[in-house]
Each structure stands twice: as structure tokens, then as C-alpha cells.
């Protein structure tokens, strides 16, 4: 018997499905598997293709495993289309002219966008949106224009539209139709849309067709609307709809639809039975072309099992058009029979313009959810689309109102019945995902959460209690929680906080050594705007501070402190390098120059700290929070000054920032460092937030890190003035302050912030959501209010009470602090230390 | 009229520490005692107060004094400065180590 062959044609996404399905039907190990791909590269997941835009690499969206061909003998021809088929002697011919005899064809050979007959269609600057290659294009393009069009107001076009407004272009969206995504959602739903679009500056112009696209020796300048207006712009992305590519199935004479679509049965077989077609290019036996991915995965299966001789499983007979999606941050679902198209049907409908939220359900005679439209809130969606075909258990005015209007909605996915479908991308039931115990589990086990995605908050909830994010035992909110909750209960003390927003249990109690600190910087860092007073040593404040903070020194493993005086951008005078010079040698401390380009004074008795302190400030110096989770250093190249390279003061802008956010607490410590010019000398790419010099002015990198896990900054924003700097990192640092958790530098929180690097941009340069003037608040009430720590606490002698060792002793120095000389300086004493050592080691200890 | 705390070093000896409203609720002081020794003097929120050894065990340093005032469970503990492992006020036993524990002192208000 010879090994039948299958021949693939369209390595997309479900032609990659389709491979996946016969492999795992074992059809690979007895036949021999020939694929066809026109792209340059296998398949990648085109849902996503967005996402390279906020930087996935074409590698990140791949959706062939690792070793799959090689592992089933799959011979995969990348950049060869099918040119034609011969159905008689059963082959295909590619473009490279390889022919390739076959037993069975499959076609996956999906859609191209349709492009609308305009004259200048095919002008420079025209472009479609289906491909990498595509978006590669659009970006290169879009890097000498300032205005973009998009034609097509449908789900791609307004992801186009996305991605030419984060590509920096004043953006418009031209729809023929009278509404935005008029497939999917109703009137009152594109109006809620359309509302949230605008105002994120988008401008969209509906019920208007374009004309023609105006050109200038060959390359885009406008186009020409049927209202007669012109629109000028630099270039136009079509996304007026797909058509199926079924060119190479009406050339054999396979059947094919009227209006485009190769025909197929239930079984997903052509009109030749040798001749499978599956996903987009396929016209179902139910008369439909599906434009979505989650119905072209079950003609896969089908198609799979079909081959393989399963006749079992019912065929595809069509599918739910359910869609949720994340269009330009706005949430936008429908499902089931959103246009209420069935006779009698009754609608329920929530719509608030405030906030751009409309919800409608639809519902039949008798109860029946049938289906509905959510925009911005869709939070529902996994919930209502498994209840569609069937009577909710509770009214359906609860299932649309906001939480906290009205009952509270006590409906949750446990309310679903076993059978109901979560993921209607891989078609996973409740059932299935209550097998597995987390989310990787799901997603390795049943593929659920890793199309779309939009069902894994659903699935989340189905899964065994969530961790408890809490900060600690004595809360269950998080930092960023416990801030907002500081912030408009206006609440000033840690008691009053723990005795109304602790845990049942841990009211009236001490906290713990997290909470309070916690607490402690956040109050600190609110203190201007709660009007107390930011000094973090009196009253209650002085007990919830590390013990660093508490005498605004760090300690050392033998108890002793080091003493770091604030040095802004490394830029020092003779005069005051002579003073610490001679402070040290007055006090016998040990000497060193820190990595953050200031001098570090080791080896201090709490009960030193004040006379040394009196000399430093008595000299100028100010604290240099080496104690604090507050701004650190901003080192400093030499820069333009004196540097033949420089192009800007790297040394001034570093100062200058360093006395503006000096003192400024927050989650976790905050670096930076200014370079003067692309050299980096500073290290500006390592930090928090790092500015680097340009001819134009100052590039701006944020969430920077050097430590354990290094990370490189991202660019924020470019060629800035010396205000748009300042303004920029304001807002940037308080955005961080408001929204990060305990010990969470900006590196990790920038890695955990949904939306990553695009929503920062979006909120702290293009206001997304008008938080901008309050965080600018914030930080010039910080800068105001600003005062050093270290001069307060010699001012007042009731604050100085507290640096002794010996509190029935106050002269008496610490016996157990010596020291012993090395290398003309001096070390702690670690025989003292170890003396009397329990058995306990120390390597056990971790600290937290 | 003022209070002041008491510790009491070995059986029968009481030893005057500081006036009460010296402590700051949550925070410790140290008090050096007559042979050498040093204590750590807590005052918690409720106004008890506790007086444990002032040596961490952990690395021999004398810092207990220093470290943060919690409460788990109801029970009041301090972490020690340096690697945060935490102590019971009450009895001195280590909360991240059993086996570790360090003395405790009696007190008492006069
Ligand atoms: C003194 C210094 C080392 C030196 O002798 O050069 C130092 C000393 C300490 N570092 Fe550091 N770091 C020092 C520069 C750095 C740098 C380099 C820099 O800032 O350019 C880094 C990497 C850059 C970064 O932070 O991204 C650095 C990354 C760390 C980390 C790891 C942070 C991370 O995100 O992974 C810690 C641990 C932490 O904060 O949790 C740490 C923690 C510490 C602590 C506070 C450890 C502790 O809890 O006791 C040390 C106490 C300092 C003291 O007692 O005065 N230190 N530390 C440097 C002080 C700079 C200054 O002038 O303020
Ligand atoms: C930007 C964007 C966003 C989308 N978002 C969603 C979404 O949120 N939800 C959703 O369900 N769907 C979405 N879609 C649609 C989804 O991508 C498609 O439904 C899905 O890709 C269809 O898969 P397919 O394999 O049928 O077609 P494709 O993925 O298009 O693959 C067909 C492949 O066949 C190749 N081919 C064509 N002719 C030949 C030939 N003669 N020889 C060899 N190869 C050939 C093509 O080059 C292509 O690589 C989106 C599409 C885009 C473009
Ligand atoms: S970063 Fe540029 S300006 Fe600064 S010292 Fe280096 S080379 Fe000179
Ligand atoms: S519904 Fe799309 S991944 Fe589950």
C-alpha cells in the first residue's frame, strides 16, 4: 500500500489548525503531509497582527510550536503559492514549479481585503491591512506622513485606525455605512463608540463613500468624499471588507458561491470529493462566509476528522458570530442575534453618554436570551454568551446595569450550566476547564484563552479561589488600592485605615512590618494633598517607618549607619568634598564612593548621627534618602559643557530634577541619570526614568533597571523642550506613585501594566484619562511642600530625643559597635557579632 | 504625675527604664542593663508594653530595639531590622525559626 499524500494549500490560521487536528488524530504518521505557503513566513496569529505594533515581534506571533514540522514530517514550502490544480490527474503545480501529486487537497487559502474601484487606488501610499508584510509597509510609510485615512469603519478598520493613530498620524475613518462597526453592533452602540473615539481624537466621518483617491505624482495627497469634500492626507489604508480567495477553486471548475466562497458540504467537502475547503475562502453548507477565526477552527476539526475516517461529530452546519473585541482600548461585543433580527423580540437597553457604556440585551417573548451588543463595559460578555439560547436565572435589567446600580447581580459563571461553552475559539466547555486547577493548566490542556482571548477572565473565575493579592495578613487590598482609598476618604492615619479597610481580623490590631511602611509612604507621598505634614518622624508616622527611615540613616549588619548626603547630579564643589572629607576623618567613618555618583560615610552610632548631621548641613548639604523608597541619584554625564561631543547640559537638566524630586516618596526607590548625548556615558537607559540628550532637546526613557533583573528602558517620548521634560516625568512619577504596588519598581510595574508602554503613552501624553492635571497637582504640590528631612529633625529637640543608644542612658555609646582597621580605614568588629551565635544559620534568614 | 516603666534583669531586681510617654506606640528603645546586657522596650497601640532581649540571633547585632512593632493573630511580635525575621513579644520565640528564641523581661508600670 503506498502512503496517500494531503496537500495543504495556505499556511494560515487554520490551515496551521488543520495541521494541528490531523496530528492529533495520528493521520500524520500515515500520510504524507504537503503544505503550500504564499506568505514569507508560516503561520502567525493574524488576530493579533495589531499587536506588533506595540512591539511583538513577527517571532511573538507565530503559532507553530517549536519542532511540530519536523516532529510530524510536515513539508512545509514557505514564499510557493498553488498556481493551479489539476483535478483530472489530481496535482497541484506551485509558482516555483514544483508539481505535487495529491489523494486529498485541502484549500485554506483565506480572503484578501477588498478594495473598492476608486481611481488612485493603486497610488504610492495605499495600503491594505492583512498582513505582517502589510503593517511593515504602513510603518515604513507612515514614518514621513502626518495624516492618515482609513476607509472602512468596520472592526479592521477601526484597528487600522488604531494603529495609525499610535503611529503618531492625525487619523480619519471614512465609513459609507451611517455607524461605526455596522456589522456587529446597533445604532445606539456605534453612537457609543463613536463618542469614545472622538475623544480620543480620532476623526470619523459616516454615512460617506469615498470617491477617489487625489494623488500628486503618484503618491497620496487627499481623497475625494461623496459629500463632495475633500479630505487631504498623506496616505489610505482600505478595510472595506474581505472577499474569499477562491481564484484557484473557480479556475479548476470547483463550484463556488454567487457571490464569491467555494461551496462545501457539512464534511466540508467541495464539489470534488477529493477537495477539501476550510476557514475564510470556504462557503458554508449553511450559505455563509465566515470572517472570523473561531468558526474556520471547527471546519478544521471537521476537515481533520473527515479525513480520517471519523464520521462521527456533527459536521459543521455554521457558527455564532459572537465577537468581543478591544478596539482602541474600548471594549465592543456582540453576540448571538444582536440586531434583534427574530420576530417578537423585546429589547433591554442601558446606555449612559457619560461614560460611553451601552449595553442591549435581546430577548424573546417567552425569556429567552437571544442575544446583544456591549460597548464600553463588555465585562459581561463571558458570562451572557454561553447563557444565549436560554432562559437567564435573573432578570435581564440585572445583567445590563453597571455593579453597584440597582440589585447586585449575585450570577456569576458558576450559574452556567456544565455544557456551556466558554471558549468559542477552541469550543471548550465549562466541563472541560473545571478539569484543570490554573490558567496555564487551561490553556496547555484544552487551548481555551489562547485564541482571542477574551474568555479568560471567565475562566479565571471557574478556577479554584484566585490568590490573595492582598498587601499582607493585615489587608486584602493592594498598595495602589490602598492609596486610592487613602486619597478620597481622604484618611491621614495608618489606625484609622486599618480600623475601617483592614481585615475583620487584623482591626484594632499592631499591623505588620509590610502594611506599615507601606502605609507610611503613601501617606507621605499624600501628604500635600491631604494637608498634613510630610515629615515622616512625629506623631503615628514615626512607628510605621523601616527602621532606615526611622533615623533617616541605613543600617549596617552590626547597627551601626551610613550616612549619604545628597550630591545632585554628582556635581560637586573642593569646598564641600573638603567637608565630608573632614567629617569622616572627625568621626572615624569609613569612605567610599557609591555607585550612584555620591560618597557614602560608613560606621555612625544612631547616637552620632545628629553632631554629624549638624556639620553636613552646616556646610549645605541636604539628605540624600539613601535610607528611603524615595528619588535615589540622577548621575549626570559631564556633557555638553565640557564634553566635545555633548549637544545638551547633561549636568544642569540633572541637578535641576534632582532638587525638583528630591524627597518625593514612593513605592520603591526611583534612579535616573540625564547623558548628553547618545553615548550614554550616564547609563540613562538603566534607570527609572532616563533622559538622554538630542539635538532637538531631551528623549525620554522610562522603567529602566539595574539590580537583579535588568531591564532596559523604553522611549517614552522625543526631542522634548526643557518644559515638556519636566511636565512629562511629573506626571510619569505620579501615575507610577498612584498606581504601583509595595516594592514595585517602574521596570516591573511597567511590565505588569495592562497595556503596557502604549497605555502609558496614552495617559501621560495624551491624557486618556484626564488624569494629567491632577498628577501635575500632585507633584507641584510635592515641590512646593518640599523640605530636607535631615534640618527639620536638628531644628527640634524633641525629634533629636530619639538618637540615642540607650534610652536609661542617653550618653552611653553601644558597646557592641567596633570596629577594627583595614586598609587605613576601618570594619566592623565580627567577632563581636558571631560571639555567642545561635546554631541557626544565618543563610536560612531571608529578608522580606 | 508621671509613669515609668520598669524591666526586671533577673528574679527580685526591678530597674527603671524611662518615663512611659518616652515610648512611642508600635516603636522599641534599649536599655543598656547592669551587667551588660541589652533589652528592647516595646509599647504597642493599646499602651502594653513588653521588654524582650535587644540581640538579634540571627546576626548577633543589637537591633530588636529597632524593628517595626505587627501583630499576627492577635499576637504582638517586632521584625528584626536587619533580615526581618519576626520575634512574640510575649514569649520571644521566633516566628520564621522555631527553635530560635530570645529572653524576655518582665515589666511592669510605676
Ligand atoms: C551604597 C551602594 C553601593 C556602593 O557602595 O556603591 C548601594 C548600597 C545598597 N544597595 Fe544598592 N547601592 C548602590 C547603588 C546601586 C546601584 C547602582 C546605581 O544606582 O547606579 C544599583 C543598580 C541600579 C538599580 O537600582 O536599578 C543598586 C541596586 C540595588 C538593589 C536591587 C534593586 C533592583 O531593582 O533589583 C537593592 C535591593 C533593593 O532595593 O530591594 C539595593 C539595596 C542596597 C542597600 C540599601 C541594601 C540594604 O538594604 O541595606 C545597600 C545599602 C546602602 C547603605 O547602607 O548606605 N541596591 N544599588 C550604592 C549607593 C548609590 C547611592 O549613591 O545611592
Ligand atoms: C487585523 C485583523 C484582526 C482580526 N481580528 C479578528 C478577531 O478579533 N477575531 C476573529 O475571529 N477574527 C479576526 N480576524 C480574522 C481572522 O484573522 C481570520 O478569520 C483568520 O485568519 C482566517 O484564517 P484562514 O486560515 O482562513 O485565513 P488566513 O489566515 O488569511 O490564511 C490564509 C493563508 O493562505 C495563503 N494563500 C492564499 N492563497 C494561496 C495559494 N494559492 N497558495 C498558497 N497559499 C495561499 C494566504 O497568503 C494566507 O497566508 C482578524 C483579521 C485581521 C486582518
Ligand atoms: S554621554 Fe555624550 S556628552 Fe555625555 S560624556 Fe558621554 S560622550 Fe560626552
Ligand atoms: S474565546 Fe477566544 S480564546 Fe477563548
Redesign the interface.
Known amino acids: 500500500m503506498t502512503t496517500p499524500t494531503i496537500v495543504l494549500v495556505g499556511h494560515g490560521m487554520v490551515g496551521q489548525r488543520f495541521l494541528e487536528a490531523l496530528a492529533d488524530r495520528g493521520v500524520t504518521e500515515r500520510a504524507r503531509i504537503v503544505v503550500l505557503c504564499e506568505e514569507p513566513r508560516p503561520a502567525y496569529d493574524r488576530v493579533q497582527l495589531t499587536s506588533y505594533f506595540s512591539g511583538k515581534t513577527p517571532e511573538d506571533l507565530s503559532m507553530v510550536e517549536a519542532g511540530f514540522l519536523e516532529k510530524h514530517s510536515i513539508e512545509l514550502y514557505v514564499g510557493d503559492p498553488a498556481e493551479s490544480v489539476d483535478r483530472e490527474a489530481r496535482t497541484v503545480t506551485a509558482r516555483s514549479g514544483r508539481v505535487f501529486a495529491y489523494d486529498t487537497l485541502v484549500l485554506a487559502t483565506g480572503s484578501y481585503p477588498f478594495v473598492p474601484p476608486v481611481p488612485g487606488k493603486d497610488a504610492r501610499g495605499c495600503f491594505v491591512y492583512r498582513t505582517i508584510e502589510d503593517l511593515l509597509a504602513i510603518e515604513e510609510y507612515a514614518r514621513t506622513a502626518t495624516t492618515g485615512a482609513v476607509v472602512g469603519g468596520g472592526l479592521l478598520g477601526l484597528e487600522a485606525a488604531g494603529a495609525l493613530s499610535g503611529l503618531g498620524l492625525d487619523t480619519h475613518v471614512v465609513e459609507f455605512a451611517p455607524r461605526l462597526m455596522p456589522v456587529q453592533v446597533d445604532e445606539g452602540g456605534g453612537a457609543a463608540l463613536l463618542r469614545t473615539i472622538e475623544r480620543m481624537g480620532l476623526t470619523v466621518h459616516t454615512g460617506t463613500g469615498t470617491q477617489e483617491v487625489v494623488t500628486t505624482d503618484g503618491a497620496v495627497t487627499g481623497m475625494k468624499l461623496s459629500d463632495g469634500s475633500e479630505l487631504p492626507t498623506d496616505m489610505v489604508v482600505f478595510s472595506a471588507g474581505v472577499r474569499p480567495r477562491d481564484q484557484l477553486a473557480r479556475d479548476c471548475g470547483l463550484t463556488v458561491g454567487e457571490r464569491g466562497g467555494i461551496a462545501v458540504d457539512e464534511r466540508c467537502r467541495t464539489s470534488d470529493p477529493a477537495v477539501f475547503a476550510i476557514g475564510e475562502c470556504a462557503l458554508a453548507s449553511d450559505g455563509r462566509v465566515y470572517g472570523l477565526v473561531a468558526p474556520g477552527y471547527e471546519m478544521a476539526q471537521t476537515a481533520a476528522a473527515t479525513i480520517a475516517d471519523e464520521e462521527g461529530g456533527d459536521g459543521f452546519t455554521g457558527a455564532d458570530m459572537s465577537t468581543k473585541l478591544k478596539l482602541l482600548g474600548v471594549d465592543v461585543a456582540s453576540f448571538g442575534d444582536a440586531h434583534g433580527a427574530a420576530e417578537g423580540c423585546l429589547d433591554v437597553v442601558y446606555a449612559d453618554s457619560r461614560s460611553g457604556v451601552y449595553k442591549k440585551l435581546v430577548i424573546s417573548g417567552d425569556g429567552v436570551l437571544l442575544g446583544g451588543v456591549l460597548v464600553g463595559d463588555a465585562e459581561q460578555y463571558g458570562l451572557l454568551r454561553p447563557l444565549t439560547g436560554s432562559v437567564p436565572p435573573v432578570s435581564p435589567e440585572q445583567l445590563v446595569l453597571p455593579a453597584g446600580a440597582g440589585a447586585p447581580v449575585a450570577l456569576g459563571p458558576s450559574a452556567l450550566p456544565d455544557d456551556a461553552v466558554i471558549c468559542s475559539c477552541h469550543n471548550v466547555t465549562k466541563h472541560a476547564i473545571g478539569q484543570c486547577s490554573s490558567l496555564p493548566e487551561v490553556k496547555k490542556c484544552t487551548k481555551a484563552g489562547t485564541g482571542c482571548g477574551s474568555c479568560v477572565k471567565t475562566i479565571e473565575k471557574l478556577l479554584p479561589a484566585a490568590v490573595d493579592k492582598g498587601l499582607c495578613?493585615?489587608f486584602s487590598y493592594t498598595r495602589s488600592e490602598l492609596y486610592e482609598i487613602a486619597r478620597t476618604l481622604r484618611l491621614t492615619s495608618f489606625?484609622a485605615l486599618l480600623d475601617s479597610h483592614g481585615r475583620e481580623?487584623?482591626r484594632?490590631?499592631?499591623?505588620?512590618?509590610v502594611c506599615?511602611?507601606t502605609v507610611g509612604s503613601i501617606l507621605a507621598s499624600l501628604a500635600p494633598v491631604l494637608g498634613i505634614d510630610g515629615y515622616i518622624l512625629d506623631g503615628?508616622q514615626?512607628?510605621?517607618q523601616?527602621?532606615?527611615d526611622?533615623?533617616l540613616a541605613n543600617?549596617q549588619?552590626?547597627?551601626s549607619y551610613s550616612v549619604v548626603p545628597r550630591i545632585p547630579g554628582g556635581e560637586i564643589t573642593p569646598e564641600k568634598l573638603i567637608v565630608i572629607g573632614e567629617v569622616a576623618r572627625d568621626f572615624g567613618l569609613y569612605t567610599k564612593i557609591t555607585g550612584g555618583q555620591r560618597i557614602d560615610l560608613f560606621g555612625a552610632r544612631v547616637d552620632q548621627l545628629p553632631s554629624i548631621w549638624t556639620r553636613l548641613v552646616d556646610a549645605g548639604f541636604e539628605s540624600g534618602h539613601a535610607y528611603g523608597k524615595a528619588l535615589r541619584t540622577i548621575k549626570s554625564c559631564v556633557g555638553q559643557t565640557w564634553c566635545r561631543y555633548g549637544v545638551q547640559d547633561s549636568v544642569r537638566m540633572a541637578i535641576q530634577l534632582e532638587l525638583r524630586y528630591r524627597g518625593l516618596r514612593a513605592p520603591h526607590k526611583l534612579k535616573s541619570a540625564v547623558s548628553g548625548c547618545a553615548r550614554e556615558c550616564a547609563e540613562a537607559q538603566s534607570k527609572d526614568f532616563g533622559i538622554i540628550a538630542t539635538a532637538n532637546g531631551w528623549n525620554l526613557y522610562v522603567g529602566g533597571n539595574g539590580g537583579a533583573t535588568p531591564r532596559h528602558a523604553d522611549l517614552l517620548a522625543q526631542d522634548l523642550s526643557d518644559a515638556e521634560l519636566v511636565r512629562l516625568i511629573d506626571r510619569f512619577l505620579m501615575f507610577y506613585i498612584r498606581t504601583a504596588d509595595r516594592l514595585e519598581r517602574t521596570s516591573t510595574w511597567l511590565e505588569r501594566l495592562e497595556g503596557g508602554l502604549d497605555h502609558l503613552k496614552d495617559v501621560v501624553v495624551g491624557d486618556s484619562l484626564g488624569l494629567c492635571d491632577e498628577l501635575e497637582a500632585l507633584m507641584a504640590a510635592h515641590v512646593a511642600g518640599y523640605q530636607d528631612e535631615w534640618a527639620r529633625t536638628l531644628d527640634d529637640p524633641e525629634r533629636l530625643?530619639r538618637f540615642v543608644?540607650?534610652?536609661?542612658?542617653p550618653g552611653?555609646p553601644?558597646?557592641?559597635?567596633r570596629f577594627v582597621p583595614e586598609r587605613d580605614q576601618i570594619k566592623p568588629d565580627l567577632t563581636?557579632?558571631?560571639?555567642?551565635?545561635?546554631n541557626?544559620t544565618?543563610e536560612?534568614?531571608?529578608?522580606? | 504625675m508621671t509613669t515609668t516603666l520598669e524591666l526586671s534583669p533577673s528574679p527580685d531586681s526591678w530597674l527603671s527604664v524611662c518615663e512611659e510617654a518616652r515610648l512611642t506606640p508600635g516603636r522599641g528603645v534599649a536599655a543598656l542593663l547592669p551587667d551588660g546586657r541589652q533589652a528592647a522596650v516595646f509599647r504597642d497601640r493599646s499602651g502594653r508594653t513588653y521588654a524582650i532581649d535587644n540581640r538579634d540571633p540571627f546576626t548577633g547585632a543589637q537591633v530588636l530595639s529597632r524593628g517595626l512593632v505587627g501583630s499576627s493573630d492577635g499576637r504582638p511580635f517586632v521584625a528584626s531590622p536587619l533580615l526581618k525575621q519576626r520575634f512574640d513579644l510575649e514569649t520571644g520565640r521566633c516566628l520564621d525559626d522555631d527553635g530560635v528564641t530570645v529572653a524576655v523581661y518582665p515589666v511592669r508600670l510605676k
Open positions: 495578613g493585615c489606625a481580623e487584623a484594632g490590631g499592631e499591623g505588620c512590618e506599615k511602611p503615628e514615626a512607628a510605621l523601616d527602621t532606615n526611622h533615623f543600617m549588619r552590626n547597627g530625643r543608644s540607650f534610652v536609661n542612658a552611653a553601644d558597646p557592641s559597635v563581636i557579632l558571631t560571639l555567642g551565635r545561635t541557626s544565618l536560612g534568614a531571608t529578608s522580606r
